[in-house]
C-alpha cells in the first residue's frame, strides 16, 4: 500500500495570499511568451518522407497504373477499408483494377496496403487533409487516389531504404 | 487390406490404390501435381517422393507415391530430411521456369504450386538463367486460356481428355524445355467438359475465360449446392462475391454422382442467377422485387398480404384450378404445392420440357426438370409445355408456381392464353402476360435450402448462397400461406 | 464650441452622460468577453481569437450575432415566467449600478459637469442595495429551470452572496467611516484633499484586500465561481438558457465585474485622482479613472487563469471564518479610531 505523506505546509503557505502571489507572477510571466500554436490553414503540418497521409494508387511514368488489382491490400487492410474489382487489359499485365475504392473514412492510415502491395502500387502519401459534405464524397475511387510516381517519389524511396535496412539483417 | 506402416504408424491400406492415396487416407500430406485421383497416374513431377525402408541391410529409397503400389510390410516415411530434401529441389527445378506471377494469376490462393513453395520452398532462386518466356495468353476454345509459361507440365490436362472423356484433345508438343501444352492441330477444344480444365490444373496454366480476373478467390465464399442444369443433379459449390453475386460454379467431389467433374452448361449457368432486379416500384424489367397484382394500368406492385388475399378470394370463386410447378421445385416447395392442390381439389402436375441435345454418357442426363425424379415420387404428373397450355386454355384457373415455371411453358404460349383465365403464378419475374392477375416472388434455388432427387434417386441439397431480395419469401411458406387462406374462405363462394 | 457646449440645456448633457456611461459599461462587457480569451490564450502560449476582424476584435460581434440567431430553449416543466425574467433580473441591475460611480468632471471653460450619471448622497447604499438584487437573477433562474444541476447552482449563488456581502458591506464601511460620507464623490474628494488614497491607509489596506476577495465572490468570478463550475454542475444556474437569454446572464456578469473594478478604483484608489498631480487636467483624470479600473478587469481575468477552483466547504470557511472576522476587527478598531480622533480633535 501506498502512503503519501501530506506535506506540512508552511506559515506563508497556509496564509494563502502569498502563493496567490506567486501564482499570479507565474501567470503574468507566462504572458510574454511566444504562442505555440500552429496556425493551421495557413501554417500546414510539416510532413515528411516518415508521413503516413493517405494511401495513394501509383501511376507509372508511361501513365499506366501500377497497381494489378491482386487484392493483397484488401485482404492486409485490418480496417476493410479497400475494395477492388478486377479486369482484363491488354497491357502486357494481363490484369488491372476497374473498380478501386478506399473508404477513406474507414482507413487508419496503418500503412499495411503499401508494406502488403507486391507491384509497388500503393503508398502512403503526405496527404493528410480529408473534408467532404458527404460520406459517399469520401470513398475515394480509382481517379480520386491516382498519383503520378513523382509526386510520391520521396515516400517510395524512404519506403525502399526501409526495407534495405530490414533486409541487411536476414 | 495390406498392412504397411507411415511414419511410424502401422496403418490399412486397399492394394490397389497408390502409397499417395493410403498416405492421404491417413490425413498424412504429400503434396502432389501431376497425381489426381480421377486421372491415370504418370509420376512426372516427381513432388511426391518420400522414403520407403530398403530391405533388411540396404539403403533406403525415395519413390514417388503416386506411381508406387502399397506392398505388405512397407515403411514409409513422408517427414524425413531425405524425403523433404528431395522434394525441395524437385521443387526448385519446378520454379525455375515458372514465372512470379501470383499477382495477377487467377489460380494464387489455390495454387498448389504456391502452396507447397510457401510451405517448403526456399526464399530466393539460385539460378541466374532467364526464365523461359512464351505465350501467356493462348486461346484453348471458348472456355480456356493457357498461360504457357506458368505450365509446369504435369500433364493432367492431357490425361482428362483420354481418361475421362475419352477423346484425346490436348498433347505435349516439343522436347525438353521447349515442351508446351497445345491442341493438336491448333484446333480450338470443344466438348461440354472443358471447363475441368481449370480446376485440374494444379497451377495457373488453365484458367476460364468466364471467371478470368473476376474476383480473387479468397473472397468467394463457398455454398456446398446441387446444379440444376440437368437431372444429373451434380454436386456443387457455389461461389459468391461480398455476398452480391455468384462468381463462379465449380464442381464438388460427390462419388456417386460426378465425381470430380461437372459440364461447362452447369458450369456456366450463372444467367438465371445474376438477373437484375426489376426498377424499383415496377413489376417488369427484371427480377419481381414485390407481390404484383393486376389494376387498371397493367400489373402493380402490392403488399403481399392483401395480394395473398386477393389470390385465395379468386381461386375460391373460380373452381377447378389447375396446380402447376415448375420442375425447379424443391421437394419442400413440392410438397406445399401437393397440400394446396389437395386444397383446391386439383390434381397436382409439373411441368416437363423436352429432351434437350446436350445428353452424353459422361454426366448430362439431356433432362432440364432436376427434380423430375422426387417430383414423380410425390405424386405429380408431368405435363409437357403445350400440353399444359392447352389445359390452361380452357381451365377457369391456375396456380403456376416455382421458378422459371412462366419460362418453361413459353411466353409466347402464354401470351395466347384467353383473358378470362384467373392466372396466379410464383416466380423469380413476371411477363405482361393478359391472363395474369397475380405474381409472387420466389427465390432462385442459390438462394434457398432445400432437396432435390436426381435421377438416380440420389438427394442433392441446396444452400442458400445469397441472400434473396428483401421482400421475397421462401416458395414453400407462401403456398402454405395460400393454403391456409383458401381453407379459411368457403370454397365456391 | 466651448460655448455650445455651456450654453445646451442640461436634459441634453443627461441624456448624453447616460448613452456614454451605459453604452461604455456595455462595451466594456462585450470586450472583456473578448479580453478573457485572449489573455487566457496569451497565459497559455496561444493565439486566442483571432479570425474575426483584425487581431479577432470583431470576435464580441460574430459572439452577439450567433446568440441572436440560435434556438431559445425553454426546458419542459420549467416555469415559464420566472425562466424569461431571471436573466433580465441578472443583467439589470448589475447595470444600474454603474449610475453613481464618478468616472471624473468634464471642464468645459468655467463649466464643470460631472461625469457621472447620477451623485447621490446615499451613493453606495444605492450601489449595495441594488447589487443585492442581482442574486435573485441566479437563484430564479436555478430554480425556474427545472433542473437539479439548475437548482444546485442557484442555491450555491445565494449561499455564496450572502456569506461575501457581509464582508463587502464591512469593508466599505471602513472607508465610510474614514472619509465620513456615503457618496462616492465626496470619498474621491476626501481622497483627493487628504493627499492619500486609502489603500495606503492601514485600515484601507485590509480593507481593500478583503473588498477584492469579497468582489470575487459577489461576482462569481474564479476561484469562488461555484454558482456556475462546470465539473460538478454542467452549467450551474444556466444550464438550461440558451441563445440570448444566455448572453443576458454573461452581460450581467460581465457588468457586474466591471462595476466592482470602478468601485475599487473608487474607493481604495482615489477614483479620477492622478497619482501625485492634484492639479492635473480633466481628461487626464478620467484617463486615469479608466486606467485604475481597467486594471481591475484584468485582475479578475489574471486570477481565473491563475487560481484552481475552492471547494464549497472551503469557500464557505473562507467567508465566515476568516474573512467576516478580520472585517468585523477592522471595522471595530476604525470606529474606536474615529470615534477617538473626533473627540480629541
Ligand atoms: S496490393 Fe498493390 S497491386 Fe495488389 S491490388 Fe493492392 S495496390 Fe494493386
Ligand atoms: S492504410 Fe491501412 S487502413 Fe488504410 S487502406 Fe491501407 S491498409 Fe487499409
Ligand atoms: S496446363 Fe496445367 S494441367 Fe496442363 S500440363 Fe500444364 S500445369 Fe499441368
Ligand atoms: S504427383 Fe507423383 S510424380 Fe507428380
Redesign the pocket.
Known amino acids: 500500500m501506498v502512503v503519501v505523506q501530506r506535506k506540512e505546509l508552511t506559515l506563508a503557505e497556509r496564509l494563502y495570499l502569498p502563493e496567490v502571489l506567486r501564482g499570479l507572477s507565474l501567470t503574468f510571466r507566462k504572458f510574454f511568451e511566444k504562442p505555440i500554436t500552429r496556425q493551421y490553414p495557413e501554417q500546414p503540418l510539416p510532413t515528411d518522407e516518415v508521413t503516413r497521409g493517405q494511401p495513394r494508387l501509383v501511376v507509372k511514368d508511361d501513365g499506366n497504373i501500377a497497381c494489378v488489382s491482386c487484392g493483397m491490400c484488401e485482404v492486409a487492410c485490418p480496417a476493410y477499408a479497400i475494395t477492388i474489382d478486377g479486369g482484363e487489359t491488354d497491357r502486357g499485365i494481363e490484369r488491372e483494377p476497374k473498380r478501386f475504392e478506399i473508404d477513406m473514412l474507414r482507413c487508419i492510415l496503418c500503412g499495411f496496403c503499401e508494406e502488403a502491395c507486391p507491384k509497388d502500387a500503393i503508398f502512403m502519401s503526405n496527404e493528410l487533409e480529408l473534408a467532404d459534405f458527404t460520406r459517399a464524397g469520401l470513398v475515394y475511387d480509382l481517379e480520386k487516389l491516382k498519383r503520378p510516381k513523382s509526386a510520391l517519389q520521396e515516400r517510395i524511396d524512404y519506403v525502399y531504404r526501409l526495407n534495405n535496412r530490414w533486409r541487411s539483417k536476414q | 487390406m495390406t498392412k504397411i506402416q507411415i511414419n511410424g504408424r502401422e496403418v490399412e491400406a486397399d492394394p490397389k490404390q497408390p502409397l ?1 492415396r493410403a498416405c492421404h487416407d491417413q490425413g498424412v500430406d504429400v ?5 489426381h485421383p480421377g486421372l491415370a ?9 518420400v522414403e520407403v525402408a530398403g530391405a533388411p541391410g540396404q539403403p533406403s529409397r525415395v519413390v ?4 508406387t503400389p502399397v506392398s505388405e510390410g512397407m515403411v514409409v516415411s513422408t517427414d524425413t530430411p531425405k524425403a523433404h530434401d528431395t522434394r525441395r529441389e524437385c521443387l526448385e527445378f519446378l520454379l525455375k521456369n515458372h514465372p512470379l506471377d501470383c499477382p495477377i494469376c487467377d489460380k494464387a490462393g489455390e495454387c498448389d504450386l504456391q502452396d507447397y513453395a510457401f510451405n517448403e520452398g526456399q526464399g530466393k532462386g539460385r539460378s541466374s538463367e532467364p526464365r523461359r518466356k512464351l505465350e501467356k495468353r493462348k486461346s484453348l476454345g471458348d472456355v480456356i486460356v493457357l498461360d504457357e509459361e506458368r505450365c509446369i507440365l ?1 500433364s493432367r490436362c492431357v490425361r482428362f481428355f483420354t481418361d475421362v472423356t475419352k477423346k484425346a484433345q490436348l498433347t505435349v508438343e516439343g522436347l525438353g524445355s521447349h515442351s508446351v501444352i497445345n491442341t493438336y492441330m491448333d484446333k480450338p477444344l470443344e466438348g461440354n467438359y472443358q471447363g475441368n480444365l481449370a480446376d485440374i490444373c494444379p497451377v495457373g496454366a488453365l484458367t476460364s475465360k468466364k471467371f478470368r480476373f473476376q474476383a480473387r478467390v479468397w473472397n468467394l465464399s463457398k455454398t456446398l449446392s446441387t446444379c440444376g442444369e440437368c437431372s444429373r443433379g451434380c454436386s456443387i459449390s457455389v461461389e459468391s462475391l461480398r455476398a452480391k453475386q455468384v462468381k463462379r460454379i465449380r464442381p464438388r467431389y460427390n462419388a456417386a454422382v460426378n465425381q470430380w467433374w461437372m459440364c461447362d452448361t452447369g458450369r456456366h449457368a450463372l444467367a438465371p442467377l445474376t438477373r437484375a432486379l426489376a426498377p424499383e416500384g415496377e413489376v417488369l424489367g427484371g427480377r419481381l422485387r414485390t407481390a404484383a397484382v393486376r389494376g387498371y394500368n397493367g400489373l402493380e406492385c402490392s403488399d403481399d398480404v392483401a395480394a395473398l388475399d386477393l389470390a385465395a378470394d379468386m381461386l375460391a370463386s373460380h373452381p377447378g384450378t389447375l396446380v402447376i410447378v415448375s420442375p425447379f421445385a424443391t421437394q419442400e416447395e413440392a410438397k406445399a404445392a401437393l397440400a394446396l392442390a389437395q386444397a383446391l381439389k386439383a390434381t397436382p402436375q409439373f411441368v416437363s420440357p423436352a429432351p434437350n441435345a446436350l445428353k452424353d454418357d459422361l454426366l448430362h442426363t439431356g433432362d432440364p426438370c432436376p427434380n423430375r425424379r422426387g417430383l414423380l415420387e410425390l405424386g405429380f404428373g408431368a405435363l409437357a409445355p403445350a400440353d399444359a397450355l392447352a389445359a390452361l386454355a380452357v381451365a377457369p384457373s391456375a396456380v403456376l408456381a416455382g421458378e422459371r415455371v412462366l419460362e418453361l411453358l413459353g411466353h409466347a404460349g402464354l401470351a395466347l392464353l384467353p383473358k378470362k383465365l384467373r392466372l396466379v403464378a410464383f416466380d423469380v419475374e413476371a411477363s405482361d402476360l393478359a391472363s395474369l392477375d397475380i405474381a409472387f416472388p420466389v427465390p432462385t434455388h442459390v438462394e434457398k435450402s432445400g432437396h432435390w432427387i436426381n435421377v438416380d434417386g440420389r438427394v442433392g441439397v441446396l444452400n442458400v448462397a445469397l441472400p434473396p431480395p428483401a421482400l421475397v419469401r421462401r416458395l414453400d411458406l407462401q403456398l402454405a400461406a395460400l393454403t391456409a387462406k383458401l381453407s379459411a374462405v368457403p370454397q365456391g363462394s | 464650441m466651448e460655448a455650445f457646449l455651456a450654453d445646451v440645456p442640461e436634459w441634453i448633457l443627461w441624456v448624453a452622460k447616460v448613452a456614454l456611461i451605459f453604452g461604455g459599461l456595455i462595451g466594456t462587457a462585450a470586450l472583456m468577453s473578448l479580453a478573457e480569451r485572449k489573455v487566457s490564450a496569451w497565459m497559455q502560449f496561444r493565439h486566442g481569437p483571432n479570425r474575426v476582424g483584425p487581431f479577432g476584435l470583431l470576435q464580441p460581434l460574430a459572439d452577439g450575432i450567433k446568440f441572436i440567431f440560435k434556438e431559445e430553449l425553454i426546458p419542459e416543466g420549467a416555469n415559464k415566467f420566472l425562466f424569461r425574467l431571471a436573466p433580465a433580473l441578472a443583467a439589470i441591475p448589475s447595470m444600474m449600478t454603474i449610475a453613481v460611480i464618478p468616472i471624473g468632471t468634464i471642464v468645459v471653460g468655467e463649466k464643470k459637469i460631472p461625469f457621472s450619471i447620477a451623485q447621490l448622497d446615499l451613493g453606495i447604499m444605492y450601489m449595495l442595495a441594488l447589487g443585492g438584487l442581482s442574486v435573485y437573477g441566479a437563484i430564479l433562474g436555478g430554480w425556474a429551470s427545472n433542473s437539479k444541476y439548475s437548482l444546485l447552482g442557484g442555491l450555491r449563488a445565494s449561499a455564496q452572496m450572502i456569506s461575501y456581502e457581509l464582508t463587502l458591506i464591512l469593508s466599505i464601511l471602513v472607508i465610510v467611516a474614514l472619509s465620513g460620507s456615503l457618496d462616492l464623490g465626496a470619498i474621491v474628494t476626501a481622497q483627493r484633499e487628504n493627499g492619500l488614497w486609502n489603500v495606503f491607509t492601514p485600515f484601507g489596506a485590509v480593507a481593500f484586500v478583503l473588498f477584492t476577495i469579497a468582489s470575487f465572490a459577489e461576482t462569481n468570478r474564479h476561484p469562488f465561481d461555484f454558482a456556475e463550475c462546470e465539473p460538478e454542475l454542467v452549467g450551474g444556474f444556466h444550464t438550461e438558457y440558451s441563445a440570448m437569454r444566455f448572453a443576458l446572464f454573461f452581460l450581467g456578469e460581465y457588468c457586474a465585474m466591471t462595476v466592482m473594478a470602478c468601485l475599487n478604483a473608487t474607493l481604495f484608489f482615489g477614483g479620477p485622482s492622478v497619482p501625485l498631480w492634484p492639479e492635473a487636467p480633466w481628461f487626464l483624470g478620467i484617463l486615469a479613472f479608466l486606467l485604475k479600473a481597467g486594471f481591475f478587469l484584468f485582475l479578475f481575468i489574471w486570477v481565473r487563469w491563475t487560481l484552481p477552483r475552492f471547494r464549497f466547504d472551503q469557500l464557505m470557511r473562507l467567508g465566515w471564518k476568516v474573512a467576516l472576522p478580520i472585517a468585523l476587527a477592522n471595522v471595530l478598531v476604525v470606529g474606536a479610531w474615529v470615534a477617538f480622533t473626533a473627540k480629541g480633535s
Open positions: 499417395i503434396p502432389m501435381y501431376c497425381y497416374p504418370v509420376g512426372s513431377c516427381r513432388i511426391c517422393q514417388a507415391a503416386c506411381r504435369c
